[in-house]
């Protein structure tokens, strides 16, 4: 046979290889895992809408307070809520599109963090392969401090979201000398501040990765850096003197004690994220074993290491270190949602050492089951925090037959440094948002939410005129944080009412003030 002979037998195709070819081992295995993979992260995402029709928290009432007297008052209520209004002016439209409902109101906030997963998901495959990525983003969905923002009538979705997008770009930048995205870089770092000021904290691990990434090029790095600078600068300025009126008012808005190290250890893992980690890489080990397979590592790359180590710790750190350090105590699960990314980019990290697709996918079903099954069992797994809305209620029905008065303690502590508004402009006061809300149809009398000088001030010309008048009334009030109050009224009420205690609704306590005198009672 000469060689022209052979060339064209070789281009002549025989009809057993025409049509489609039989998929290979490793295909058929990479197609199920990526559907496992997807499955799981879907299931992750369905944990957040347990709670979905949960009543409004006090913060929650608060942020629709913010929008409740209209566009044109959200801006000039912004010192009054102490954040920029970017999350307001997007719930209002919001409600113009579907409503004011305990679930339309959450709405904004699923989105915001749906969005937020997928740029997770994009970030981590600047850094990762596909299933490790999908893993990031699985873990990020578990994470309790997640689960909880994502449906929160607050800004803190959206605060994950502007992270998210900061952390993309970021990566995009380690091999791009585009001045338009250290533009764009500027901008989201802006943004991240517009939707939650305690949200800066992660700033510094931003800029810490940044330049790691550029120092080797002084010329690109000084370059995107002033223009980053520049936009991020232009972009803060709306924020200045909400950030001014905080810093100003520091200490009144302090709620907490001070943090332990378990509280930075479960925020780090939270729930039984080690122990799934650990019973994946026995179980994977097992499989690789009988298959007499070699359980490989990946090359290490330091950069990888670096980057998502500070965007986990050096936020959280720096939260946890102002407060045990200082009096503002600001280490609330909520508000170290900016370093749950980098967190999740962490246990992302560990996963990519093993070169092991058993793992990968023992991990993620494990975690996920083990997730789910807490979240479904969990005895307030309905329950969006501590909610007024049913002493609220109570207080209502017993109150609407001779409209009398219920005396209301603020569940903020801004109200113990705050003068108390008027019975008759109490119903649009911040410090009593779960009325705006939940409407009280009778007159409502405030206190601060301890009994200070001017809670005993105002309680004790209410309750010698109550005597006089032989006046029905209710006492609403946290027991937690308002007992004194509570008691005090119980003890200089006794001589005149008799006092039934209607319940005790989500964390709120409803006492009744029957006059004596009164025949049906």
């Not at 809408?49 to 000039?76: H, K, M, V």
């Not at 944080?481 to 964390?507: P, R, Y």
């Amino acid at each position: 046979m000469n060689v022209f002979e052979a060339l064209l037998k070789s281009q002549i195709k025989g009809p057993k290889e025409y049509g489609p070819q039989p998929e290979t081992a490793w295909q058929v295995q990479n197609r199920v895992s990526f559907s496992i993979f997807v499955l799981a992260l879907a299931a992750s995402i369905s944990t957040w809408f347990i709670a979905l029709r949960a009543p409004l928290r006090l913060d929650e009432t608060g942020s629709y307070w913010q929008i409740n007297a209209g566009f044109i008052e959200i801006w000039p209520r912004q010192f009054s809520a102490l954040s920029f209004p970017a999350y307001s002016y997007i719930l209002w439209f919001s409600t113009k599109l579907i409503g004011t409902s305990e679930i339309a109101l959450r709405i904004p906030s699923v989105i915001a963090m749906l969005g937020a997963v997928y740029l997770l998901y994009l970030a981590a495959r600047e850094m990762f392969e596909r299933d490790i990525a999908i893993i990031a983003a699985v873990v990020f969905c578990l994470h309790p401090i997640v689960v909880f923002a994502a449906i929160d009538i607050r800004p803190y979705a959206f605060g994950a979201l502007a992270t998210n997008a900061a952390i993309l770009i970021l990566l995009r930048l380690r091999h791009n000398d585009s001045s338009w995205l250290a533009a764009l870089f500027g901008l989201a770092a802006a943004s991240i501040i517009w939707f939650h000021y305690i949200f800066g904290l992660i700033l510094p691990a931003l800029a810490l990765c940044f330049i790691f990434f550029k120092f080797r090029d002084r010329k690109t790095l000084l370059r995107q850096l002033g223009i980053a600078l520049g936009v991020f600068a232009l972009a803060l300025l709306p924020a200045i003197p909400g950030l001014t009126d905080l810093f100003s008012t520091s200490r009144t808005h302090v709620y907490e004690v001070a943090p332990d190290l378990s509280e930075l250890a479960w925020t780090v893992a939270p729930g039984f994220l080690p122990f799934v980690l650990f019973g994946s890489v026995f179980l994977a080990f097992l499989v690789v074993a009988a298959t007499r397979q070699r359980f490989l590592f990946n090359k290490f790359e330091g950069w990888r290491l670096f980057v998502c180590a500070s965007l986990a710790l050096i936020p959280v750190l720096i939260l946890y270190g102002l407060s045990v350090g200082s009096s503002m105590h600001m280490f609330a699960p909520r508000h170290r949602l900016e370093a749950i990314p980098g967190i999740a980019l962490c246990w992302a990290f560990v996963l990519s050492r093993f070169r092991s697709r058993y793992l990968a996918v023992f991990f993620c079903v494990a975690l996920v089951g083990v997730t789910a099954f807490r979240s479904l069992n969990a005895p307030l797994a309905r329950d969006h925090d501590f909610s007024m809305k049913y002493a609220l209620e109570a207080a209502e029905k017993s109150a609407s037959a001779d409209r009398a008065p219920i005396v209301l303690c603020s569940g903020f502590v801004e109200s113990n440094y705050s003068a108390m508004p008027s019975p008759e402009t109490v119903k649009d006061s911040l410090l009593f948002a779960p009325i705006t809300y939940y409407k009280l149809s009778g007159p409502v009398v405030p206190l601060p939410q301890l009994l200070n000088k001017q809670a005993l001030q105002i309680s004790s010309q209410f309750l010698q005129q109550a005597a006089q008048t032989h006046q029905h009334f209710l006492l609403v009030a946290d027991p937690w944080f308002s007992h004194e109050t509570l008691d005090w009224f119980a003890q200089n009420a006794a001589a005149s009412h008799t006092v039934h205690k209607l319940g005790m609704f989500q964390g709120t306590e409803v006492l009744e003030f029957v006059p004596r005198t009164d025949p049906a009672h």
